[in-house]
């Protein structure tokens, strides 16, 4: 079952605007992750936060974490056409070992 | 350093027949964890080896199997395929320790398409 739930299901910006995807999740986490698909192919990694951290950055990403209300963000600033893709949070017992990822959301970006 | 490998990449079968998957994990890595992703259930869990045991299962059919090697490869085996089991494969390694540490990531490989007919 899906632990997580992401909103909205599906997004279409411009080139240059900014991306801002949310992600719930119903039990108590260790760590949160989100992660990547392009086209069906391999998920790619993109930040992992800590459940005793707020907020995280990495280069164009900013990831926000509230444990209070379950809940995550994940902000792409400036976006590109590259950065189409399926994004996933995923939330697991405490290791990468068994995540449960939420249902995604599709980012469109048009150029 | 080589990512993760995933062997074959598209694969047809019958159903009832049975499949094996390969999972070549990163260089160092012994925890390696395999999800199904499908369209209507998205992406579930199936199970992770470490060290050579099976230290976690999802919420799958006995059908659904796999086997770590002492060079940390896997393999997961489905037998009696049946329709529903058309999915995209993924396996993820893991640099964790035995005692399991908890804040690390996953890095997965580009999965094997799996298509049933």
């Known amino acids: 079952s899906q632990q997580g739930e992401e909103d909205p299901q599906a997004l279409s910006i411009q080139e240059g605007e900014n991306a801002t995807m949310n992600c719930s999740y119903k039990?108590?986490?260790?760590?949160l992750q989100w992660y990547r698909q392009n086209s069906g192919r391999g998920l790619v990694h993109l930040i992992l936060?800590?459940?005793?951290?707020r907020e995280k950055h990495s280069g164009r990403l900013r990831v926000t974490l509230d444990t209070s209300k379950k809940s995550s963000s994940l902000l792409i600033t400036a976006s590109r056409a590259a950065d189409t893709a399926s994004y996933f949070c995923?939330?697991?017992?405490?290791?990468?070992?068994?995540?449960?990822f939420g249902s995604g959301t599709q980012l469109t970006v048009l150029p | 350093k080589a990512g993760v490998t995933q062997t074959p990449r598209y694969l047809i079968k019958t159903r009832g027949q049975q499949v094996t998957l390969s999972c070549s994990p990163i260089?160092?890595?012994?925890?390696v964890s395999w999800y199904q992703q499908t369209p209507g259930q998205g992406l579930q869990f199936l199970f992770e080896?470490?060290?050579?045991?099976?230290?976690n299962k999802g919420n799958f059919p006995g059908r659904f199997s796999g086997r770590q090697f002492s060079n940390s490869r896997s393999e997961m085996n489905v037998s009696t395929l049946e329709l529903g089991d058309s999915a995209l494969y993924l396996c993820?390694?893991?640099?964790?320790?035995?005692?399991?540490?908890?804040?690390?990531?996953?890095?997965f490989g580009q999965g094997t398409r799996l298509t049933v007919v």
């Open positions: 080896y470490f060290s050579e045991t099976q230290r």
């Open positions: 039990t108590s986490i260790n760590n």
């Open positions: 936060i800590r459940s005793n951290e």
């Open positions: 260089s160092g890595h012994r925890s």
């Open positions: 995923a939330t697991g017992p405490g290791s990468a070992r068994q995540l449960t």
């Open positions: 993820a390694s893991s640099l964790i320790g035995r005692q399991g540490n908890e804040n690390t990531e996953a890095f």
